[in-house]
T-cell receptor, first 115, second 111 residues
Framework: DVKVTQSSRYLVKRTGEKVFLECVQD?????MFWYRQDPGLGLRLIYF???????EKGDIPEGYSVSREKKERFSLILESASTNQTSMYLC??????????????FGPGTRLTVL | ELKVEQNPLFLSMQEGKNYTIYCNYS?????LYWYRQDPGKSLESLFV?????AVKQEGRLMASLDTKARLSTLHITAAVHDLSATYFC???????????FGTGTRLTIIP
């Protein structure tokens, strides 16, 4: 069974702290994605990666960075957390394109609160 | 800029009734996805639509894609309570699997 796991379900941090969100997939997928989900806004793509050590900006990368040192792991970093980064963060993975019809598989999400 | 709009945003319907959720998008694409999200849970893939005229069905849900109209529909037949969830459509315009999501339709089935 396919599986995407995230390091924490709930996280509370203070303004200015450095925050690491970890995501691991066991499906040998090339692509990995980080989204944030906010009420009324749907899911918005923060960063994605097609391969190890590769990263590309999504629609809202400001205030975030990412790291992909191993194929199965994709980390989202908030260098200096701010209250407007309070949100649900979802990680996803998928096979690389080339006509494949694979969908994205999502992790359970991390609800981050920045005080 | 790609925009993906769903309507309605909220939908309450009685068990046994039929209804349709609409997903309009602003830029040409022939790759569209539907997901379901239960409260407090993550997203679950429902359908992948990859060409004009594609139709897929699973149980009481049927999804279709009209790329010329830039429209996808998710049709619910004889709704049952366990279909209550939020449904999202998502579009991939470049074929690079970078998805743009709609804002979601929150569906509540009333007994």
């Amino acid at each position: 069974d396919v599986k995407v796991t995230q390091s924490s379900r709930y996280l509370v941090k203070r303004t200015g702290e450095k925050v690491f969100l970890e995501c691991v997939q066991d499906m040998d997928h090339e692509n990995m994605f980080w989204y944030r989900q906010d009420p009324g806004l749907g899911l918005r793509l923060i960063y994605f990666s097609y391969d190890v050590k590769m990263k590309e900006k999504g629609d809202i990368p400001e205030g975030y960075s990412v790291s992909r040192e191993k194929k199965e792991r994709f980390s989202l970093i908030l260098e200096s957390a701010s209250t407007n980064q309070t949100s649900m963060y979802l990680c996803a993975s998928s096979h690389l394109g080339s006509g494949r019809s694979d969908t994205q598989y999502f992790g359970p999400g991390t609800r981050l609160t920045v005080l | 800029e790609l925009k993906v709009e769903q309507n309605p945003l909220f939908l309450s319907m009685q068990e046994g009734k039929n209804y349709t959720i609409y997903c309009n998008y602003s830029t040409t694409s022939d790759r569209l996805y539907w997901y379901r999200q239960d409260p407090g849970k993550s997203l679950e893939s429902l359908f992948v639509l990859l060409s004009n005229g594609a139709v897929k069905q699973e149980g009481r849900l049927m999804a279709s894609l009209d790329t010329k109209a830039r429209l996808s529909t998710l049709h619910i037949t004889a709704a049952v309570h366990d279909l209550s969830a939020t449904y999202f459509c998502a579009v991939d315009i470049f074929g690079n699997e970078k998805l743009t999501f709609g804002t979601g339709t929150r569906l509540t089935i009333i007994p």
